[in-house]
């Protein structure tokens, strides 16, 4: 088990430096920030005084080791616009974004895997059918679409739900749902067939054969074993939404979290504020993978034992 | 779930309160307050409600009437110098006295700025103020280099309201010193004397503000006023309908005719004070001939431009002027205007092969900004111009090889000077960054526009600097944009005339709410 959660930890470091390295060189590339917050009207003499100020007057290569060098000590810099430490910018936004996130992720798992388990185990009936429709049609609709969606039929017409901000219970409704959508229809389908590879096994049939309930068989024997395939699925998944997914769902929603920020810090090109919020995303992507790793080895005794 | 319940109990208190507070949803909320270094169109949604000037201007008025405020007097006591009566009952947020150290304090730090954010605010529109000296605790001069013919208008600026001189000297660092990091910590813990002070502002996100009793002046209308960020048009017009917000900004036009069909809202809107324009590059060796870029001008038809892009609501001028000006608006010059057979012969006397002529623009950083520079390369291949729209996000005005492109220049104060004076200036902006020319003969004009005392003298050398802009054209402005504002009816607020752009004045006087 000690050399897989080296090799896990030694992928994990890697991956975050080449990120560090994309971030920043993608952001340089994007223009001058100067253009950006300072308004119109500067002339050159009053556009390299601030350059200067900013210290963006030093080469790429040179800002690239401060950057580095600053990143080991923990220092991210200030950002540009509101002059405070970026990592206290984007930490103020990490619980917002969080708590979306564990909210999706809790009502996809409790839709999610009773959904599947039905449609495995009724998978002749009209109940495996209509589930499987209702999951191929949420994964065709865009989170967006379905953000805008709620919004025009249940804020708009209906006025039951409020658009704006996180600040009560009602607030998570639309934005965590619209989140989940997508991830809903796909952990379905992988719970469906995961379920359906299992249940044709031969242990299944021997369980049954020892006299066992149906629904023993089906959630102890069935889903404990399909349980491998649909935590990598979750893992991935939720990856995936921590990185994009909140940026599109965040802005619609004016939720105070981190895809908000990200998308701000583009738009007026704040370097330090993107690339540390870009780096934060990727840590937690990177540990959400890494966690995944660990929990798929926990699961199934034939990683953790075989590696070797 | 116990705090959760909490949170939402305490949400709704202010709903059930029924008390004077309002909501706004604004397409930007501004990441820092400092008015000193801001010019920007997010910032100046929020100066006015907690910051004041020395001078103040009727804002309900077109013309410039100006009116005590936190002086009650001023008069010059030489050609140069100014003497300001400062009011004497003045409190900061804090609830520190102001007196002169504070007024001289803020009027220096722009005046003989050092912190480079100032000093270029401080260098296009204060440059003839050389510094400000107090003579008792309620009594200020302020000196200017040469005669100075529009004191009260840059006396009442934004970038020389008042600030504490304490306060924010002991924000950082050495409690005695100004320091380059008492700004930057000011600009996130702002504190002025107005009627309202910033009780929460939470960058780029939220700001909020809360009556300040202790205001010199008429007391503000509102207990609390909030303006959180919603980015997203549909969302910010959905939160106004289900009533999560009270007043929302930056209302496309083809969304007025939506909101006017709900009984409980209303829009208000403006041409804003604010030109979008074409610029051409004078120095590129393919548009030298100043023929060529009169035919680029004389090609765009504005009038259309303003029918579809801005449903006819929009303002196209005859010349760089607005109605803001006063006395200095010269709508009979006729500087711009649109005549394609005019084009055609320039273009033929000019000898175009048909090059390709380049307009750049940003995708998003000008509303309409996109659907104008596809329409006026259309425009140009009506007359013959081969033009390609060039979709980039970088400022291009600083490249040689920038052939045409938008830009915007904005009323920073009611003056040409405040628009035209500050971006066309001999070294200004467009100069400096090398795509615009001036000589003796320009600056001189430019000097008398500026600085003659005599208001038929500064219209006269206007119009001559006008038709240099028409026979060697580097610019033409498009058209003012309309900005709408939707709010519920019990709401009554629109923007008032007499202010720049984008300002959200919450003073008495310019806001109430009906009881409904």
């Known amino acids: 088990m000690i050399p897989y959660l080296a090799r896990v930890l030694v992928k994990a470091v890697v991956t975050l430096f080449a990120i560090m390295t994309v971030t920043f060189i993608a952001t340089r590339f994007s223009g001058n920030p100067i253009d950006t917050f300072l308004g119109e009207g500067l002339t050159t003499e009053g556009r390299q005084a601030l350059i200067d100020y900013f210290q963006l007057d030093q080469s790429l290569w040179q800002q690239y080791l401060a950057f580095l060098r600053g990143a080991l000590s923990g220092e991210f810099g200030l950002s540009f616009v509101d002059r405070r430490p970026v990592t206290e910018v984007v930490a103020e936004r990490l619980w917002p974004s969080a708590q979306l996130l564990l909210a999706s992720i809790g009502l996809t798992i409790a839709i999610s895997l009773p959904l599947g388990v039905l449609a495995a185990v009724y998978r002749k009936s009209w109940i495996g059918s209509a589930v499987m429709v209702v999951a191929f049609a949420g994964y065709a609709v865009p989170a967006f679409v379905l953000a805008i969606g709620m919004i025009l039929i249940f804020s708009y017409w209906l006025d039951w739900l409020p658009v704006v901000g996180s600040s009560t219970a009602l607030h998570f409704i639309m934005p965590t749902i619209a989140m989940s959508g997508v991830l809903v229809a796909a952990l379905t389908r992988f719970t469906r067939n995961a379920m359906l590879d299992v249940l044709g096994q031969d242990f299944i049939r021997t369980a049954r054969a020892k006299g066992l309930g149906e629904m023993r068989v089906v959630l102890r024997h069935g889903l404990g074993n399909a349980a491998i395939t649909v935590i990598s699925v979750i893992g991935l998944q939720i990856a995936g939404l921590a990185a994009a997914g909140s940026v599109v769902i965040e802005s619609i929603f004016s939720w105070p979290g981190i895809g908000q920020l990200l998308v701000n810090a583009a738009i007026i090109r704040d370097y330090p504020v993107l690339q540390f919020g870009v780096i934060a995303v990727a840590f937690a992507v990177v540990a959400i993978n890494a966690l995944t790793d660990i929990a798929y080895a926990l699961a199934d005794p034939r990683i953790r034992l075989g590696q070797n | 779930m116990f705090r959760l319940m909490l949170t939402t109990t305490l949400a709704m208190l202010p709903l059930a309160a029924g008390a004077q507070e309002i909501t706004v949803g604004a397409a930007n909320v501004t990441p820092f307050l400092d008015p000193g270094r801001d010019h920007s169109n997010v910032g100046s949604q929020f100066y006015y409600n907690s910051f004041d000037t020395l001078i103040n201007r009727d804002h309900s008025k077109l013309e410039s009437k100006w009116v005590p405020a936190l002086a009650t007097s001023w008069e010059l006591i030489e050609p140069t110098v100014m003497e300001l009566t400062l009011r004497e009952d003045v409190i900061f947020h804090n609830g520190d006295p102001m007196t002169a150290d504070d007024v001289v304090f803020s009027l220096n730090r722009m005046f003989q700025a050092t912190f480079p954010p100032y000093v270029v605010r401080a260098k296009d529109r204060l440059g003839n103020f050389t510094e400000a000296e107090k003579v008792d605790d309620y009594t200020v001069r302020i000196h200017a280099a040469r005669e100075e013919p529009l004191w009260e208008t840059l006396i009442s600026l934004q970038q020389i309201m008042i600030i504490p001189e304490v306060y924010t000297k002991a924000l950082t660092g050495d409690p005695e010193l100004a320091e380059d990091g008492d700004y930057e910590a000011f600009a996130l813990a702002p504190m002025g004397t107005g009627p309202y002070r910033v009780a929460d502002l939470q960058p780029g996100e939220k700001l909020v503000w809360e009556r300040f009793n202790g205001f010199w002046g008429e007391i503000a209308p509102l207990e609390r006023a909030t303006v959180v960020q919603i980015a997203e048009t549909a969302s910010r017009v959905t939160a106004l309908k289900t009533g999560e917000v009270d007043i929302i900004t930056n209302v496309a036009p083809d969304q007025i005719s939506l909101i006017e069909r709900d009984p409980n809202l209303k829009t208000e809107g403006t041409a804003t004070a604010l030109f979008h324009v074409m610029i051409m590059n004078q120095n590129h060796p393919k548009l030298q001939d100043p023929r060529i870029r009169q035919a680029m001008s004389l090609a765009i038809d504005r009038d ?84 390609r729209v060039n979709v980039q996000d970088q400022w291009s005005g600083d490249d040689p090889e920038m052939m045409a492109r938008n830009w915007s220049n904005p009323m920073y104060f009611s003056d040409p000077f405040g628009s035209f004076g500050v971006m066309w200036a001999p070294e200004g902006p467009s100069e400096s960054e090398g795509r615009f020319n001036t000589d003796a003969e320009y600056a001189e004009k430019w000097e008398r526009f500026r600085f003659s005392t005599d208001i038929d003298a500064r219209k006269a050398a206007y119009a001559e600097l006008m038709e240099e802009m028409k026979a060697d054209p580097v610019v033409l402005p498009l058209y003012r944009p309309f900005e709408s504002w939707a709010m519920k009816r019990s709401v009554n607020w629109a923007p008032m005339p007499g202010h720049i752009p984008y300002v959200l004045d919450f003073r008495a006087g310019s806001i109430s709410l009906a009881d409904s």
Do not use: C
């Open chain 2, 304 to 387: 259309a431009l303003n029918e579809a892009l801005w449903l006819g609501k929009a303002v196209v001028p005859s010349t760089h002027t607005m109605e803001e000006m006063g006395a200095l608006h010269q709508p009979e010059l006729t500087t711009f205007e649109y005549d394609p057979e005019r084009a055609k012969a320039l273009l033929e006397e000019a000898g175009y092969d048909g090059f390709e002529i380049t307009y750049d623009t940003a995708a998003t950083y000008y509303t309409n900004g996109l659907l104008a520079a596809q329409a006026i390369t259309e425009m140009w291949s009506a007359v013959g111009i081969n033009g």
